[in-house]
């Protein structure tokens, strides 16, 4: 009997999403994960900028943490839940 699920990736090792971070990405993040918020996924597209989503689990929020380590809560980006 299978243990997991096979039809959906294993979620991705915390330390390849801080893979190519900015350094404002990087303090923003421990500064986050200080205040309660979890690190969801890194978006990385071709010829763009890095972006980190975060999800606060007590208020249900999700924010976006922009290269130059800025803070947008409930972005307008596209989130699949």
Do not use: C
Request: overall charge positive; cysteine-free; aromatic content about 8%.
């Amino acid at each position: 009997m299978v243990d997991h699920e096979r039809r959906r990736p294993k979620p991705p090792h915390p330390e390849s999403l801080r893979h190519g971070l900015s350094a404002l990405q990087r303090q923003a993040l421990v500064d986050l994960e200080t205040f309660g918020w979890q690190l969801k996924f890194v978006r990385r597209r071709p010829f763009h900028p890095v972006v980190m989503f975060f999800h606060h689990p007590k208020r249900d929020v999700y924010a976006k943490v922009e290269e130059d380590g800025t803070l947008t809560e409930n972005p307008p980006d596209p989130i699949r839940r």
